[in-house]
């Protein structure tokens, strides 16, 4: 497969733990943020998003939380599980852009340990 | 799966030959978008659609055109490419923000490399 990033932080995490993927934001004024999952050779999959009048969101085994104060994003996966090896993406949108446009961060790629 | 299918997925030419990469949806979103990915810089939005024949230019439009006919396609073109457009095209959808933002939706990529 191929690598999306050369220079990627990594977290690993051996199976069953918990894992926590941080994102620092850039905008004050960003109003939604996106978590993506890319594996290797395939495009970027949408896992959870936020609007920013929210602090937490849960999904299943994922929860996002939104710390609006000092612009951080956190992605947490539950009962971390091989499948979930793969390089994670925040993403969020500015206001007054046109086109629902996103501003994408530079990604972490979870390893997950058998 | 978001039912958006890029084609071809893998493409191999020569500098100063044009490249047109194809994006299909199935749907019916509004806005479409074209993406660069590259070792180091993350996704790079290179143009955008926002209807049909309403297109615009993103960060890194320089040396690509776009054209959108219908609804489900979106074309992305190299008139004349350069080694420095090598790199994985993704296309991405979403639908109107009409009750909030709506996420991207992003095909499988073409792989794309200029020798």
């Known amino acids: 497969g191929e690598s999306v990033g050369l220079h990627l932080p990594t977290l690993s995490v051996q199976e069953g733990d918990n894992s926590i993927i941080n994102c620092a934001y850039s905008?004050?004024?960003?109003?939604?943020f996106i978590w993506y999952k890319q594996e290797s050779g395939k495009g970027p999959q949408f896992i959870i998003d936020i609007r920013s009048n929210m602090d937490k969101r849960q999904g299943q085994r994922v929860t996002v939380l939104l710390n609006k104060t000092v612009k951080h994003l956190s992605l947490q996966i539950a009962a971390t599980q091989p499948g979930d090896s793969a390089v994670y993406f925040c993403a969020e949108n500015r206001p007054n852009n046109a086109g629902n446009m996103l501003t994408f961060g530079g990604g972490t790629r979870l390893m997950v340990k058998p | 799966d978001a039912g958006i299918t890029q084609s071809p997925r893998h493409k191999v030419t020569e500098t100063g030959t044009p490249v047109t990469l194809r994006c299909h949806q199935t749907?019916?979103?509004?806005?479409m978008y074209w993406y660069r990915q590259d070792p180091g810089h993350g996704l790079r939005l290179i143009h955008y659609s926002y209807g049909v024949k309403d297109t615009d230019k993103g960060e890194v439009s320089d040396g690509y055109s776009v054209s959108r006919s219908k609804t489900e396609d979106f074309l992305l073109t190299l008139e004349s490419a350069t080694s420095s457009q090598t790199s994985v095209y993704f296309c991405?959808?979403?639908?109107?923000?009409?009750?909030?933002?709506?996420?991207?939706?992003f095909g499988d990529g073409t792989r794309l490399s200029i020798l």
């Open positions: 991405a959808i979403s639908e109107s923000p009409r009750g909030g933002n709506q996420p991207q939706h």
């Open positions: 905008n004050s004024a960003s109003d939604y």
């Open positions: 749907e019916n979103h509004r806005y």
